[in-house]
């Protein structure tokens, strides 16, 4: 379950990333860890994110929840990139992996399974298209939980 905190500090964190040219890509609160962790995944959307990105929307979203006060104890703030082993959610992220392996797992059984993997032809508004050993397979996306790159 997520922290209560989560949407707030989302909605506090995404015009930040957008005033720095970023995506906000997740937020996740480890409070069982000492200190606690706020995790923050941004992208670039003109380049490979960097450093310097996550150095900015760390100052950035720092002073912010200080000034805010969200967050009443101690924590620390880690501000990542997702890196190559991410879900794939954006229409420039369906694009650009565009044969490579991905896993998708469903909500609910569609032709007899819950997880497909093959290679990624593309995705449109209503289905995702892999291929699985040369046959095109159609997945429905209102059945689509999550797609994933895959390590083969």
Excluded at 63 to 85: H, M, N, Q, R, W
């Amino acid at each position: 379950m997520a922290h209560p905190l989560i949407p707030q500090i989302t909605d506090l964190a995404n015009p930040i990333a957008a005033d720095l040219g970023l995506e906000l890509v997740a937020v996740v609160f480890h409070t069982h860890e000492r200190p606690p962790s706020l995790r923050v995944d941004i992208r670039n959307l003109v380049a490979d994110t960097g450093l310097q990105d996550c150095e900015r929307m760390s100052r950035a979203l720092e002073a912010a929840l200080d000034a805010k006060e969200l967050i009443p104890f101690a924590y620390a703030l880690e501000v990542s990139s997702p890196g190559t082993s991410r879900q794939l959610t954006t229409d420039r992220e369906f694009n650009a992996f565009a044969g490579f392996a991905v896993e998708v797992t469903t909500d609910r059984a569609w032709d007899g399974k819950t997880e497909w993997q093959g290679q990624l032809i593309r995705r449109d508004d209503t289905k995702i298209y892999l291929s699985l050993k040369g046959r095109t397979v159609e997945i429905p996306r209102e059945v689509v939980a999550k797609v994933y790159l895959h390590d083969k």
